[in-house]
């Protein structure tokens, strides 16, 4: 399977649609809603000068929280969703960083001395309930992956991606984006 492709008009509609939706998630605790979070994500992306498979990863990184989405995969968290949903309408490369989010957080809790102070209150408290810092064996294992540094790259814009008063693309802008086309 290729890694990126050029997705139809209809993939670009269901994406459009779906980013639209996670304005009507629970913000579970956090000061912005979904769709907030997930542009926000993809600025910081674009910003940091990332080309498309990790402005999709970061646009569409908790897309598994969407009703819809987490039904294709019943009673796997989020992130597996996600990658499911993300390796079918843009490629498997996104789709894997999805998946590998949480994993990343772990590994950077694991790592990185100063990254849970970095953390908010709500991501601290799911760090628990998603395993804890990444132990030896499962630590080592991802970080040989060769997008494992990416996958890092994402978590962190996830994590910067809670500010009720950023600026940020407009999902038509940030789908530009994701996709590699020229905004229309
Ligand atoms: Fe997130």
Request: some cysteine; hydrophobic content about 45%; overall charge negative.
């Amino acid at each position: 399977m290729p890694t990126t492709s050029v997705p139809t008009a209809e993939i670009r509609d269901v994406l459009h649609r779906d980013l639209l939706a996670l304005a009507d998630l629970p913000d579970d605790g956090e000061p912005v809603d979904q769709l907030a979070h997930a542009l926000q994500a993809a600025t910081l992306a674009v910003a940091d000068g990332a080309g498309p498979v990790l402005v999709a990863a970061a646009l569409l990184h908790d897309v598994g929280r969407l009703a819809h989405v987490a039904a294709a995969l019943p009673g796997a968290p989020h992130e597996r969703a996600g990658a499911v949903y993300v390796t079918r309408h843009v490629g498997a490369e996104a789709g894997w960083l999805v998946g590998a989010h949480v994993m990343a957080k772990r590994a950077l809790v694991a790592t990185d001395p100063g990254y849970r102070a970095t953390l908010s209150p709500t991501s601290v408290r799911t760090l628990a309930e998603q395993g804890g810092p990444a132990a030896d064996a499962e630590l080592a294992r991802f970080l040989r992956h060769p997008r494992a540094g990416n996958a890092m790259r994402v978590r962190r814009w996830d994590d910067l991606a809670k500010d009720p008063a950023a600026r940020t693309l407009t999902p038509e802008q940030a789908l530009d984006a994701a996709l590699g086309q020229r905004p229309c």
